[in-house]
């Protein structure tokens, strides 16, 4: 009987590891002289850049993992509420006997529900807000990847070779042009 083998999951790569990485591979790649130009390793930066693309949709699930705690708080603060308004609402028809306590029983219900609504409003509001600043953060760390990425193509672009035309196929170039603009 074959024993099936399941997957195991990655670790989670960290984005700014991988940035400082990058960085670390652009500052020290070897200064061409009289230029603003560096050589780094392509295979290094490909490598980085891949393990860079692999690593956003992480921070990705992260974030919905984030969010769906959130949820499931607002789910749980959601109940805790209901289950004071049921609270009170029993409070109140004990109460309902004597008109005075009668009065002071409505009065406190509609104050634990108020207070219930308050928490639950409060909870929301630090969740939601907890999560807008996880995906902030995230968003801030992929803007920063893609301008790492941007800035190592531009640095790869730069080394690139000019394609040149040999001498003939320079000139009918420059006359097939000239007739074009006419």
Known sequence: MARQVLPREAPPIDIMFLVERLNALLENGR???????????????????????????????QARRITEESDRILERA???????VARAQE??????????????AEQRSAQIVEDGHAQADEIRRGA?????????????????????????LALLDDRA???TMPAGE????????????L
Do not use: C, M, W
């Not at 959601?78 to 004071?84: F, I, K, L, T, W």
């Not at 995906?135 to 301008?147: H, Y």
């Not at 000139?171 to 074009?180: L, N």
């Open 170 to 181: 320079a000139e009918e170039a420059d006359v097939a042009a000239s007739g074009a603009q």
């Open 78 to 84: 959601q109940e805790e509420a209901d289950r004071v």
């Open 161 to 163: 070779p000019v394609p």
């Open 91 to 104: 409070q109140a028809a004990f109460l309902i006997e004597e008109r005075e306590l009668t009065r002071a």
């Open 128 to 152: 939601d807000e907890y999560a807008a600043g996880v995906l902030i953060r995230l968003e801030g760390e992929v803007v920063k990847v893609l301008q790492a990425i941007k800035h190592g």
């Open 31 to 61: 200064k061409l002289p009289l230029s603003n130009n560096v050589v780094v390793d392509q295979a290094a930066a490909l490598d980085l850049v891949e393990q860079l693309r692999l690593a956003v949709p992480e921070e990705v699930k």
